[in-house]
């Protein structure tokens, strides 16, 4: 019973945001097809930004 009340509950947070600044480097990498970017964030939406810069 409480397993069905903590997925309820889990179900009811909003989903979050994962912002990605990648360098040269590693954006190739498709980082949210990984099955551990995956598996782990499903209620996470990714972004890939290319600087910080554009924050402001």
């Given at each position: 019973?409480?397993?069905?009340?903590?997925?309820?509950?889990?179900?009811?947070?909003?989903?979050?945001?994962?912002?990605?600044?990648?360098?040269?480097?590693?954006?190739?990498?498709?980082?949210?097809?990984?099955?551990?970017m995956t598996s782990l964030?499903?209620?996470?939406?990714v972004y890939r930004l290319?600087?910080?810069?554009l924050l402001d």
């Open positions: 019973m409480n397993s069905s009340s903590s997925s309820s509950s889990s179900n009811s947070r909003p989903s979050q945001n994962l912002l990605l600044f990648l360098d040269n480097h590693l954006h190739i990498f498709p980082w949210e097809q990984l099955h551990c964030f499903r209620r996470i939406v290319p600087s910080v810069l």
